[in-house]
């Protein structure tokens, strides 16, 4: 299995800002996932990163608003563009190894809150 | 195309009674089935999974699952349930044959009285 943790664990920004939220996992993976999720509910996919390419966006985000960087097999960041209330959720962090197994682990995810 | 159904959004049991967390499913291809768990205020805990073999497969905290592929279900169970088994289940599918991001539920949450 794989631990990731995720920085900030949560945050209270300003309507018309940005946050950076960043994904480290103790071991290379294949494949890291952004989802959103609202308290109770299920998951939303936003993106899945690429190492050294651009994300592949899921209908609805688009990168001007969720910028995606993947510099390596262990590291990810999501960044949430010109805030506002809407974008108020948990985002999570997952990751799969494809060579060791098909589940995913997902981190303790970060809870934002726009105002 | 590939999709997932809980058809309940929440399930009562007592403790020390069997309880279910149901699951069905649709994909074109082979199914890969997993369970996942939520504590609250924490991420998704991997709980089992199938792939191929045997239909009933066996998970962490005592969990287990029916892989039924003529009703296509992957039904969770637990013979005797506990209150710390109370949270929100998942349940996830994907084509094995096509791609590697899977359809999420819309969760289920257990709760389990004293």
């Known amino acids: 299995s794989a631990v990731i943790s995720q920085k900030p664990s949560r945050d209270i920004c300003q309507r018309g800002t940005s946050l950076t939220i960043q994904c480290q996992v103790d071991s290379q993976v294949t494949m890291m996932f952004w989802y959103r999720q609202q308290p109770g509910q299920s998951l939303t996919l936003i993106a899945t990163a690429n190492q050294g390419s651009e994300a592949t966006y899921e209908s609805g985000f688009v990168i001007d608003k969720f910028p995606i960087s993947r510099p390596n097999l262990t590291f990810s960041t999501l960044t949430v563009s010109n805030m506002s209330p809407e974008d108020s959720s948990i985002y999570l962090c997952s990751v799969t190894n494809l060579a060791e197994s098909y589940e995913q682990y997902f981190g303790p995810g970060t809870r934002l809150t726009v105002t | 195309a590939q999709s997932v159904a809980q058809p309940e959004d929440q399930v009562n049991v007592a403790e020390g009674n069997p309880l279910t967390v149901k699951c069905t499913y649709s994909?074109?291809?082979?199914?890969?089935l997993f369970w996942y768990v939520q504590y609250p205020n924490r991420g998704l805990q991997f709980l089992l999974k199938y792939i191929t073999g045997d239909n009933l497969v066996k998970g962490s905290y005592g969990f287990e699952a029916e892989f039924n592929k003529s009703q296509t279900s992957f039904h969770l169970k637990k013979p005797s349930a506990l209150v710390s088994d109370s949270a929100l289940y998942f349940c996830a599918v994907r084509d094995g044959g096509g791609s590697y991001i899977p359809t999420f539920g819309r969760g289920t949450s257990l709760i389990v009285h004293p």
């Open positions: 994909v074109s291809g082979n199914p890969y």
